[in-house]
């Protein structure tokens, strides 16, 4: 006769609450561990999903992930010119804020170097790769795009020719991908107001220079769009990603590189580690507070609980040692609810867990490691809360039963 279930069967109301509560305790910290690995995943799926070996980047920065950088669109010719390079690409990120059917709609703008890269990497869930080189757009279904729908963003227009899933900034902003130069209007759009008063303060500037004064007509490029000045930089990169060629000597590549002035060169595991000591660093550190946190607390609850349940059988315990049952008996009975309660709680955790974090704002990723070192710490709890009901029993004396 098990007297763990049989105690369990004759309050089963009290045992069901107490299961749902500490199971609704052990989801919280599952979906914890489960938020740092998405916030993982998020951080780092450019850098595992584009699979360029290494990244060229403004000099004394981390990359376009960890911080601002900025490089000169034509550092891709010089890349492409190293030896032991299959080719190079742009990369330009950043994030935008617009408004949509009332709603505030962050975007994770992503430029494609076209048409070097046409999006054929990205996982599509509907439609295709961007077909030509302006106003097409893939967009991850996040953003609550479908396809064929149109966006205006800065000056232009875009349609929606390809849907992905799970695309996702280290912000947790949904990813659009376009090509380099719509990513730059985009980035750089100014209103018309804006140009118009920039050309003006342009022929104001020129009239003060003596070329402006012994050659009027020269002012008269001050009106001309920014894009047909020569004397004008071309809008900057955030990156340049380079492939190597096969068996290409990584180590030669990198040492070329890294000799220019004005750049820094980074491996992709050493641009994934750079970002992962960076801002995720302090997020792992923070959920890692909240789950011991939890787990402590979840502990103390077990142990009150079972303490409680001891109490409550004090009068059952002293008949059982006045007929002659041995404390192992009695020990094995508390032990045995303690792990049923924390091995019930833990799949009422897993099963609620599977329902509510899919409607969870940021991804939550269930890893089976993660899973099994959470039944280890059940395990563990469900023992060490148990020793407050144990020592209780033990304190219990036959002559209590005659009370």
Do not use: C
Request: net charge neutral; proline share 4%; aromatic share 8%.
């Amino acid at each position: 006769m098990n007297l763990a279930t049989k105690d369990f069967r004759h309050s089963v109301g009290r045992f069901a609450l107490t299961a749902i509560g500490i199971g609704m305790l052990l989801m919280v910290v599952m979906g914890m561990g489960g938020i740092y690995r998405g916030v993982v995943e998020d951080a780092t799926l450019l850098i595992d999903r584009v699979e360029a070996d290494l990244w060229i980047v403004q000099r004394n920065t981390r990359g376009p992930f960890a911080e601002l950088s900025r490089v000169p669109s034509n550092l891709v010719y010089r890349a492409a010119a190293v030896p032991g390079v299959a080719y190079a690409r742009e990369f330009v990120y950043h994030t935008i804020q617009r408004e949509r059917a009332g709603s505030p709609l962050r975007i994770a703008v992503l430029g494609l170097s076209w048409p070097t890269d046409k999006g054929e990497w990205i996982p599509l869930t509907a439609g295709r790769p961007l077909g030509q080189a302006h106003f097409e757009m893939i967009a991850d279904k996040t953003l609550g795009f479908s396809l064929g729908d149109k966006i205006d963003l800065g000056k232009d227009t875009y349609s929606v020719v390809g849907l992905t899933k799970n695309m996702i900034s280290s912000s947790g902003d949904g990813l659009a991908f376009f090509t380099v130069a719509d990513a730059q209007a985009i980035q750089f759009d100014t209103p018309g107001e804006a140009v118009r008063l920039e050309r003006a303060a342009r022929e104001s500037r020129g009239k003060e220079f003596a070329l402006g004064i012994q050659q009027p007509a020269v002012l008269e490029n001050a009106f001309k769009p920014t894009a047909l000045l020569p004397a004008i930089a071309r809008p900057q990169i955030s990156a340049v990603m380079v492939t190597l060629s096969p068996g290409a000597d990584i180590e030669r590549t990198i040492h070329a590189i890294d000799g220019w002035g004005d750049v820094s060169v980074f491996t992709a595991n050493g641009e994934r580690e750079l970002l992962l000591k960076g801002s995720v660093e302090k997020v792992r550190k923070q959920i890692g507070l909240f789950r011991v946190l939890l787990t402590i607390i979840a502990a103390i609850i077990m142990a009150l609980i079972l303490y409680t349940l001891t109490l409550d059988k004090i009068h059952s315990i002293a008949l059982l040692k006045l007929i002659g049952a041995p404390n192992s008996v009695i020990l094995g009975m508390i032990l045995q609810q303690a792990l049923i309660l924390g091995f019930v709680g833990f799949g009422i955790a897993y099963l609620i867990g599977q329902q509510l974090f899919p409607m969870f704002p940021r991804r939550v990723i269930l890893a089976d490691a993660d899973l099994m070192q959470l039944a280890a710490i059940v395990l563990v709890i469900s023992v060490l809360s148990s020793l407050l009901g144990i020592w209780k029993a033990m304190k219990v004396t036959p002559n209590e039963a005659l009370a």
